[in-house]
C-alpha cells in the first residue's frame, strides 16, 4: 500500500455500511438486494465494500458501471454474481466481461449480435441482463425491440437471459411518472412469460424507490445510495477530515487566497488545512461551506484552491497546528452533512462523496 502521511482522509465506517445493507436486506425481502458499487462505490471503496457484503451475505451481487469496475471487483477476490450496469462498448469489452464471469447488460439488436458472436468465440456461455427503455431516456430498447432481443439471445443457445431490468428516473419526485415505468416493465413481463420465458429477474426499483415503494421491488432491488447512509432513515458512511497544518493571525483588511474574495474585516485566527479540490473539495464552497474544529463550525475564507483551504478559527481557541478537521460528516455535537453542502453547490449528495478523488486514502473503521 502506497504510505499516507498526509492528513486528509476519507474515512468509511464499516458498521454503517453493514446496518445499511441490513436493513435494505430486510425491507427489500423477498426481493434480492444488488448492491450498486459503480464509481468506486460512490467513493467510498468498492473493492472493500463488496468484501464486506460478500463475506457478511450483506447483498446478493454487486452493480458497476463498466467492464473495468468488474473486473476490479474480480481482482479484489469478490465472486459473486456481478451485473455491468452500462452499455458495454467496444463490443470488443464482451470478450474481457465473458471471460470474468461478468453478467452484461443487453439494451440493443446490435449488442445482442454481438455477445452471441463472442460467446460462440470463447465457446463459454454469457449471462446477460436485458435493460428496457420505460422513460429514463438513458439506455434501454422499447418493448418491441426487448422481445427481439429476447428471441435472438435465447435461440442463440449462447447467451443466457438472467433478466429483464429498467431504470426510474424520478422515483423520488414523481410517483405517477414511476408507476408508468413500472407498467411498461410488468407489460413486457408479461409479454415475456407469454413466449415461455420463466425464472427471469425483474427489476426497476433503485433506494428511494426499493424503500418507499413495495410495488417496485418485484425480483430484485439495486441499491447504491441508502448503503452509502445518503438516504433518509439511514447511516452516513463517509467522514471526510484531515489537520490543521498552519495558523496565522492577520490584521483588518487582510485578503485570503486567490483573488482576494475575502477580506478581513477585523483582526483574525486563521487555519490552513490541506484539502482543496484536487481532493474533490470543490471550489463552489469557497467562502460559504463550514469545516469543524474543536467541536465548532468554522467557515470556510476565500477560494477553495487545488490542495489547500483556509478557516476561520478565531473562535476556537485551542485551534493549533495538528488539529483535526472534519469537512464531512460529525465533530463532537456538530455535523456537516452531504446534504448540507450539495445544496451549497446546487447538486445532489451522490456527487459530494463520489468527487473525492482518488488521491485521498480511505480509511476502513468500524
Ligand atoms: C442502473 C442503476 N441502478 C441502480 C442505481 C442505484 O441508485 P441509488 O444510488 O439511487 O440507489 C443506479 C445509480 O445511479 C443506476 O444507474
Redesign the pocket.
Known amino acids: 500500500m502506497a504510505i499516507t502521511l498526509r492528513p486528509t482522509i476519507a474515512e468509511i465506517r464499516l458498521s454503517a455500511v453493514r446496518r445499511n445493507l441490513q436493513k435494505l436486506k430486510k425491507t427489500a425481502a423477498p426481493a434480492r438486494v444488488l448492491f450498486?458499487v459503480k464509481a468506486n462505490a460512490y467513493g467510498h471503496g468498492a473493492a472493500a465494500l463488496a468484501r464486506l457484503a460478500e463475506r457478511e451475505d450483506l447483498a446478493w451481487g454487486f452493480?458497476v458501471s463498466s467492464v473495468e469496475e468488474g473486473l476490479a471487483l474480480r481482482a479484489g477476490g469478490i465472486i459473486s454474481p456481478v451485473l455491468v450496469?452500462g452499455s458495454l462498448y467496444p463490443f470488443e469489452s464482451f470478450v474481457e466481461a465473458i471471460n470474468a464471469d461478468l453478467m452484461m447488460t443487453i439494451a440493443s439488436q446490435d449488442a445482442a449480435r454481438q455477445v452471441i458472436e463472442a460467446a460462440r468465440r470463447l465457446g463459454k456461455k454469457a449471462v446477460c441482463h436485458i435493460k428496457l427503455e420505460t422513460g429514463m431516456g438513458r439506455i434501454g430498447a422499447r418493448k418491441p425491440a426487448a422481445l427481439k432481443i429476447y428471441d435472438e439471445l435465447s435461440a442463440s443457445g449462447a447467451v443466457s437471459v438472467a433478466g429483464v431490468y429498467t431504470?426510474l428516473s424520478s422515483a423520488d419526485t414523481d410517483p405517477a411518472y414511476t408507476a408508468g415505468q413500472l407498467g411498461f416493465l410488468t407489460e413486457t413481463v408479461s409479454a415475456l412469460a407469454e413466449r415461455g420465458a420463466r425464472g427471469l429477474t425483474f427489476h426497476a426499483a433503485?433506494?428511494?424507490a426499493a424503500v418507499n415503494l413495495p410495488a417496485s421491488r418485484l425480483n430484485m432491488v439495486?441499491?447504491?445510495?441508502?448503503a452509502y447512509g445518503l438516504a433518509e432513515g439511514f447511516e452516513p458512511a463517509m467522514t471526510l477530515k484531515t489537520r490543521i497544518v498552519f495558523i496565522k493571525n492577520v490584521r483588518e483588511g487582510a485578503f485570503i487566497s486567490y483573488n482576494k474574495s475575502f477580506r478581513a474585516d477585523r483582526p483574525m485566527k486563521i487555519a490552513t488545512i490541506p484539502a482543496g479540490y484536487g481532493d474533490g473539495y470543490i471550489r463552489r464552497f469557497s467562502n460559504k461551506a463550514d469545516v469543524l474544529i474543536g467541536g465548532r463550525r468554522c467557515r470556510v475564507l476565500g477560494n477553495v484552491t487545488m490542495d489547500m483551504t483556509m478557516v476561520d478559527v478565531t473562535h476556537v481557541k485551542d485551534a493549533a497546528v495538528g488539529s483535526e478537521a472534519v469537512l464531512l460528516g460529525r465533530q463532537g455535537r456538530e455535523e456537516i452533512t452531504a446534504a448540507e453542502l450539495a445544496a451549497m453547490a446546487d447538486t445532489i449528495t451522490?456527487e459530494i462523496v463520489t468527487l473525492v478523488s482518488g488521491r485521498v486514502p480511505r480509511v476502513y473503521v468500524e
Open positions: 450498486v452493480g450496469l431504470h433503485n433506494s428511494c439495486r441499491c447504491g445510495i441508502a451522490y
